[in-house]
């Protein structure tokens, strides 16, 4: 159906759950290969088709000053060309055998998807063993890939109102960390990197050790484990990926940004909190705060902004998944003609409320529901499962915990509510930035 | 926003629509059973039982085909229906979806509107009742249609300031002219001002009505028990006056193709968003299954001719595809892709070139074979979750399509030789005086506009009212 969706409420991720029924912890195959890349295996014959999924943990918060962008340029280089695949040949032979793939970039990892008909696999297994061994990098790839990637770029700041402002605002929330860039990058570094970059890249991150597979669906452990031996498990470098070092220095006082968009409709307005990394035990109440927010048209802000004082279109929260701490964000899109200010204060004035008050249990058994039944929507696919167990093993320490995260959630009351309201939700750690046609006239206190 | 997707712009508008399944074991559409209830309400029910969740698909056989001059009407009418019941206010619903977990939506289409809802399978005996009395019995409150009103036309004059939202729509108006297949789906600023609680009445007595709609239920439940539970909720749903019977849209007449440019000026653009096509094929067409492999081979897939061309050797853009979309009484075809706005000229020459070849000289046997592994292997995950499922019933409804669209789709595709591939581009693919949007910076773009046809310049604020 062309014109149905779901409203997207915020949260991009949801978990919990008595999963008992669906997918147990037992069901998931360990394999610790020799060259360090953990492997998890799933098997699942509810259609004849399986997927594979890489995570690689490097991102852009691996990048420097004069390289930004460059993890997901390079995300882009690991399709076009290795020893045994010249330039073009990897979707070819992929798609020729009943596969498809994508990959996507952010500031922590770099995942690479593949989903095929199950008895591609062989097929699947090399091409990605001879990318991960011996990717070559084509110079006149490097050059028309650039220009995919300036593209890239350019409609999604074509396309999306909140591109310019969120990338803004979290350049001025972030002052040491690499989590200030986009993970695009920027364009002057778009078009200044080389070859010698994107080969020491190569060497420094795309060691097996930095990896995570996960295979799920119509698959022959057995089988898979063999191809896995043969293909993957003989890869091996033992160059040590380097730490991130940089910690970003706590915040000391409001910042503000405007970003003045001549041809926008209606105003925007987002506000943004550091919060803890997401294996921080924090992290399950940040996660609850952001349906109790923004989940559905009931929630706090929803109901406020838009029902009551009918001031914005739509809002939403977005609390991701990060290796260090990170950006709470809450965004607002503002109906026609009304006041940016207004948006703010009373947006602030809900935070302030809460920091006092704390949730009704009610209201707080609602965001636990919510999870869980998500998670029950993320489990349907052998797709969700992957990604699921993937973003489990690499975020949250093990992938055995999305087994443990129904009573991760359970166990959060109101209090632990009000507390991380009054540890992260304050005025000297928030970072405040509107988009509109002209700046209001005292936007800065 | 956060993440960045590498390969494909995966966006509804140009989302493959491939009907029909297959891999290595067949895959086939899971068992469903089908009846009508009294009041003529024809029902789905499709067990699925991997995960404990229900979702459930209302069809409704009207859509904004069915608008008239009120652009938006069935659209906004279907947005509606949750804003009160008579038990219901409109704070209560929301409460008790958002407390089970459970999304309610509506959808539009030209030729039909869903509703909605996904949920707990436990919560089925709590909220279907509750779910039946909206679509049957809305209450329309006065108070929050003119607050749904304010943020629907709100969100509309927004959704101008990303092309990418409204191409589809200016590119649908410019093939069908003023033939209702072209009336904007989600309705215009001004349109959607307009309505009023009364018109969302009369529309809801008019075609919400049980001999013309349709229910599946797909996921977790028990048989006898939904279907009691279906009895209670919609049985008592009432035909009305008989003879209202909504009428469908006429078939579009093949117009004598006038190749025309659309070039819609976005002052503030840095790219080029453009389609190019014309008039295509009904969903129901014999040749749907056949098209979709073709058209994997031009637009469908990573490697096709027009992302080869378009991005992979040219670095001109993110991404390039093709599609059909059939609807009941037609249909249309179109490329789609964007360029910077410096790369204009250079993007819409290799676009009508890649085109004009693979028309010319058709396909051959080694692209098909590809094309042909590749539907099979990437059909299966499009109805592996209980929504994607829902929604296939309804439409196979809407359109009166067999299971044979999915159980019958290997042998179909393993069926098509070159030469019946070749047949179907040159009876399929509109190659006459194409017609073709451009939405960007109309005093950088307007020469190159005129090489392919007759311009009519436009404001986007005027394109987005449908006024061509």
Same mark, same amino acid.
């Given at each position: 159906?062309?014109?149905? &969706? ?13 999963? &008992?029924?669906?997918? &147990?912890? /037992? ?141 803004? /605002? ?128 009931? /929630? ?8 009551? %004082? ?46 006092? %008050?704390?949730? /009704? ?8 529901? %919510? ?75 | ?30 068992? @469903?059973? $089908?009846?009508?209830?009294? +009041? ?11 995960? =404990? ?35 219901? $206010? ?41 779910? $039946?009395?909206?679509?049957?019995? =809305? ?24 092309? +990418? ?23 215009? =600023? ?17 075609? @919400?009505?049980?001999? @013309? ?81 073709? +058209? ?58 890649? @085109? ?33 499922? $829902? ?78």
């Amino acid at each position: 159906m062309k014109a149905w &969706q779901y409203a997207v409420w915020g949260a991009l991720f949801g978990f919990a759950g008595s999963a &008992q029924a669906v997918m &147990q912890s /037992s069901d998931v195959e360990v394999l610790q290969l020799k060259n360090g890349m953990k492997v998890l295996l799933l098997e699942d014959h509810s259609i004849p088709n399986a997927n594979m999924y890489t995570f690689w943990k490097v991102g852009s918060r691996n990048e420097v000053p004069g390289i930004t962008g460059l993890s997901h340029f390079f995300e882009h280089m690991m399709f076009n060309g290795s020893k045994n695949y010249p330039p073009g040949s990897f979707d070819k032979v992929m798609e020729a055998s009943g596969g498809s793939n994508n990959a996507y970039t952010t500031a922590d990892v770099t995942v690479y998807t593949n989903w095929f008909t199950a008895t591609a696999m062989p097929t699947i297994v090399d091409l990605e063993a001879d990318r991960i061994a011996h990717l070559k990098i084509d110079d006149a790839k490097t050059e028309s890939e650039r220009g995919v990637v300036l593209s890239e770029r350019s409609t999604g700041l074509e396309n999306d109102p909140w591109e310019r402002l969120y990338e803004a /605002s979290k350049a001025a929330a972030f002052e040491a960390h690499p989590y200030t860039w986009p993970v695009i990058g920027f364009e002057s570094d778009i078009k200044a990197w080389t070859r010698a970059d994107l080969e020491r890249y190569f060497r420094t991150y795309y060691n097996p050790s930095n990896a995570v597979m996960v295979i799920s669906g119509d698959i022959k452990p057995a089988d898979v484990k063999k191809l896995l031996a043969d293909k993957i498990e003989v890869i091996a470098r033992d160059e040590k990926v380097p730490e991130v070092r940089t910690k970003e220095p706590p915040q000391q006082g409001e910042k503000r940004v405007f970003i003045a968009k001549e041809a926008t409709t209606a105003p925007q307005v987002m506000v943004g909190y550091h919060v803890p990394e997401t294996k921080h035990p924090d992290f399950y109440a940040l996660d609850l705060l952001t349906e109790i927010l923004t989940g559905g048209p009931s /929630s706090r802000l929803v109901k406020l902004l838009v029902d009551d %004082k009918r001031i914005a279109s739509s809002v939403s929260s977005d609390l991701p998944q990060a290796f260090d701490p990170t950006f709470f964000a809450i965004f607002v899109s503002g109906m026609e003609g009304k006041d940016p200010r207004e948006m703010e204060r009373l947006l602030l004035s809900e935070i302030d409320l809460m920091r006092k %008050k704390p949730v /009704s249990a009610q209201e707080l058994q609602k965001a636990k529901n %919510k999870k869980v039944v998500d998670l029950y929507r993320r489990m349907e696919t052998i797709n969700g499962k992957s990604q699921l167990l993937g973003d489990f093993e690499v975020f949250h320490g093990g992938y055995q915990k999305l087994f443990d995260a129904a009573g991760s959630y359970e166990k959060v009351t109101p209090a632990d509510i009000t507390r991380v309201m009054n540890t992260y939700f304050l005025k000297s750690n928030r970072t405040v930035g509107v988009q509109d046609k002209q700046e209001p006239a005292d936007f800065r206190y | 926003m956060l993440q960045i997707f590498s390969r494909i712009v995966s966006s509804a508008a140009i989302a493959l629509t491939l009907a029909g399944p297959a891999a290595a074991e067949t895959f086939k559409l899971p068992a @469903y059973e $089908s009846y009508a209830l009294s +009041n003529g309400l024809k029902v789905y029910l499709m067990p699925q039982k991997e995960v =404990p969740l229900l979702h459930v698909t209302v069809g409704i056989q009207s859509g904004s085909a069915n608008d008239g001059a009120q652009y938006g009407l069935a659209s906004f009418t279907g947005e509606a229906l949750d804003l009160g019941t008579k038990n219901y $206010s409109k704070d209560k619903l929301e409460d008790l979806f958002d407390f089970h977990g459970a999304y309610f939506g509506a959808g539009i289409d030209q030729d039909f509107t869903t509703v909605q809802l996904s949920l707990a399978a436990k919560d089925a005996a709590k909220l279907l009742p509750v779910f $039946s009395e909206i679509v049957i019995a =809305p209450t329309f409150p006065d108070k929050e249609v003119v607050k749904l009103r304010e943020r629907t036309v709100s969100e509309l004059k927004k959704a101008k300031e990303s092309p +990418n939202q409204v191409a589809d729509q200016f590119f649908n108006r410019l093939v069908f002219e003023k033939h209702p297949y072209g009336s904007p789906l989600e309705g215009t =600023p001004l349109s959607i001002g307009k309505l009023n609680r009364n018109d969302l009445q009369k529309f809801h007595t008019r075609a @919400y009505r049980p001999q @013309y709609a349709a229910i599946s239920v797909v996921g977790d439940f028990d048989a006898t028990a939904m279907k009691k539970l279906l009895a209670d909720t919609f049985g008592s749903w009432s035909p009305g006056q008989a003879n209202a019977a909504p009428t469908p849209a006429a078939a579009v007449q093949a117009k004598a193709p006038t190749g025309r440019v659309l070039l819609v000026d976005k002052s503030d653009a840095h790219e080029t968003t453009f389609r190019i096509g014309g008039l295509g094929v009904r969903r129901d067409s014999q040749d749907w299954i056949g098209l979709q492999v073709v +058209n994997t081979i031009l637009g469908g897939r990573f490697t096709s001719l027009l992302n080869e061309e378009l991005r992979v050797k040219t670095g001109l853009t993110y991404g390039a595809r093709s599609r059909f979309e059939g609807l009941k009484n037609s249909g249309t075809f179109a490329i789609s892709s964007f360029t910077a706005t410096e790369n204009t000229e250079k993007a819409l020459e290799i676009a009508f070139k890649t @085109y004009k070849g693979f028309v010319k000289s058709g396909v051959d046997a080694a692209t098909l074979d590809s094309a042909k592994a590749y539907v099979k292997g990437q059909f299966p995950p499009r109805y592996e979750t209980a929504a994607a499922l $829902s929604g296939l019933l309804v439409e196979m409804w809407v359109y009166g399509l067999s299971d044979a669209i999915i159980n019958n789709f290997e042998a179909e595709v393993n069926g098509l030789t070159v030469d019946r591939a070749n047949e179907l581009i040159k009876k399929h693919f509109p190659t006459e005086k194409l017609d073709v949007l451009l939405i960007g910076q109309a005093s950088k773009i307007q020469d190159i506009a005129k090489k392919y046809g007759s311009v009519i310049k436009t404001d986007i604020v005027s394109a987005q009212e449908g006024r061509l």
